[in-house]
């Protein structure tokens, strides 16, 4: 027997085994356990245990964490840290109405040099489109908008009651749905503190935390399968042989479950009051008093809202957004190939559109439901063509992350008297984000915005 072969073998293993546990641990609800296994695993890769993957060209700016919800359970710190092994461009986190894991993330990111963002989603309500649905599906005037390039979860005094209330109207929303479905499943009844809320690291319980306590809800109130599946059939008015083949899979009973109930025409749904929405001037205003960028958030061109893509991004940009999101994979997938066309060509034409006006594009696959890609598929005949302009979004708001802890980031006062026009600053922080990672935040310290261009250029890039 080779004994140093078999040594050899028990060694790897036990190594895989170590790697496996700390990276289970990232994903803990307790932040120092997190924070230990990072340290391991960040110590394990420096000293060779570990090999990842260098940086190449895949990217994704659009990862909900389990702060708002992720439909894999990672936390920030597993998602900077996947990105790191798996050799992304840069990472940036997005969390519904939330900035709870924006510190976690930066400093994971910071700690593994990865190029990194943040930022937060909400409904908005838009005064001039009030009588069109625009990318919130059956709700005209509302939309779902989004800020990027927060460098911290603190905000200034001014825009802390803003903040507060955003994540108060998300809960008590939530919390209705709740109630309303409650009546209508009765017995599968859950308890918003005891069943939901113990589901968050952070008590922001979205729907998809609710149809998770409901599916757990009904296996302890019905055991018996064949129960189970006549109750969901008549409640979710579907089929009992439909119900029968998804009864034991959480994903796809779970969207059901959220379709019928929570979607309109459901019993949990509630046709939204625009006062209970922060309308899209406001919200602009605190994404900016926090140092960050108002982002367009598009769905898929084909409501009322977004068929004009040109007049959709001219009314943003009025109202202070200074880049657009796009999910790409919904917008390009499909198997049926003149659904694919005619989903491509719209994808297309908001692209085209956003770089006339010369906006930044982030994209990313948002994760916040199970089945979701990592990772968009970017060789792909529909994405290949622009992979130059995500990676320049990408760029740009990391060289935003950076530069704003000097306050000159992409929409500073800096930024304003250094640059002529819109192109000439996407270029400069293109190039900074390119040839920088958050290595370079101890050279941005001794920078400041009195400062020229040329000079802060000079200074992080020597």
């Given at each position: 027997m080779d004994w140093k072969k078999t040594i050899r073998m028990v060694l790897i293993m036990q190594s895989k085994n170590r790697i496996a546990e700390f990276e289970s641990k990232l994903n803990s609800f307790n932040l120092k356990e997190r924070e230990t296994a990072l340290n391991a695993l960040r110590g394990m890769l420096n000293a060779g245990e570990i090999e990842a993957s260098p940086a190449g060209r895949d990217l994704n700016l659009h990862c909900h964490t389990f702060y708002s919800y992720n439909g894999y359970g990672y936390s920030p710190s597993f998602i900077a840290w996947w990105?790191?092994?798996m050799g992304l461009f840069a990472a940036a986190t997005v969390d519904f109405d939330v900035l709870d894991g924006v510190d976690e993330f930066l400093k994971a990111s910071w700690s593994l040099n990865l190029r990194s963002a943040a930022g937060i989603e909400t409904r908005v309500f838009i005064p001039e489109l009030s009588d069109k649905e625009i990318n919130s599906p059956g709700e005209p005037g509302i939309a779902y908008h989004m800020g990027m390039g927060f460098i911290c979860s603190a905000v200034p005094k001014k825009s802390s009651e803003f903040l507060k209330n955003m994540?108060?109207?998300?809960?008590?929303?939530?919390?209705?749905?709740?109630?309303?479905?409650?009546t209508y499943l009765?017995?599968?009844?859950?308890?918003?503190?005891?069943?939901?809320?113990?589901?968050?690291?952070?008590?922001?319980?979205?729907?998809?935390?609710?149809?998770?306590?409901?599916y757990a809800k009904a296996e302890k109130v019905f055991p018996d399968v064949s129960k189970r599946t006549v109750f969901w059939?008549?409640?979710?008015?579907?089929?009992?042989?439909?119900?029968?083949?998804?009864?034991?899979?959480?994903?796809?009973?779970?969207?059901?479950?959220?379709?019928?109930?929570m979607k309109m025409g459901g019993a949990g749904y509630v046709k939204p009051d625009p006062k209970s929405f922060p309308e899209l001037s406001a919200m602009n205003k605190f994404i900016r008093e926090c140092g960050a960028i108002p982002v367009i958030a598009w769905l898929n061109g084909e409501s009322a809202g977004e068929k004009n893509p040109e007049e959709l991004i001219e009314?943003?940009?009025?109202?202070?957004?200074?880049?657009?999101?796009?999910?790409?994979?919904?917008?390009?997938?499909?198997p049926d190939p003149d659904v694919r066309k005619k989903k491509?060509?719209?994808?297309?034409?908001?692209?085209?559109?956003?770089?006339?006006?010369?906006?930044?594009?982030?994209?990313?696959?948002?994760?916040?439901?199970?089945?979701?890609?990592?990772?968009d598929n970017f060789k792909s005949e529909a994405l290949a063509p622009y992979l130059d302009d995500f990676i320049e979004g990408a760029e740009i708001i990391s060289a935003h992350t950076l530069l704003q802890h000097a306050g000159m980031g992409y929409l500073s006062e800096w930024a304003s008297s250094n640059f002529v026009t819109c192109?000439?600053?996407?270029?400069?922080?293109?190039?900074?984000?390119?040839?920088?990672?958050?290595?370079?935040?101890?050279?941005?310290a001794f920078c400041g915005p009195e400062m020229s261009k040329e000079i802060v250029k000079q200074h992080i890039l020597n």
């Open positions: 990105a790191k092994t994540k108060s109207s998300a809960s008590d929303r939530t919390r209705d749905i709740v109630s309303r479905v409650n009765n017995p599968v009844a859950v308890d918003f503190e005891t069943d939901v809320i113990p589901l968050t690291p952070a008590g922001n319980a979205t729907e998809r935390h609710v149809c998770s306590s409901y059939s008549e409640k979710l008015q579907t089929p009992s042989d439909k119900i029968s083949k998804i009864i034991n899979d959480p994903v796809q009973l779970q969207n059901l479950i959220r379709s019928k109930t009314l943003h940009m009025k109202a202070g957004a200074a880049a657009v999101n796009i999910i790409p994979d919904r917008n390009w997938n499909f491509i060509a719209e994808l297309h034409k908001f692209i085209e559109a956003s770089k006339k006006y010369n906006l930044p594009i982030f994209v990313g696959t948002e994760m916040n439901a199970p089945g979701q890609c990592l990772v192109r000439d600053k996407n270029t400069y922080f293109s190039e900074i984000g390119r040839l920088c990672t958050p290595s370079a935040l101890d050279k941005v």
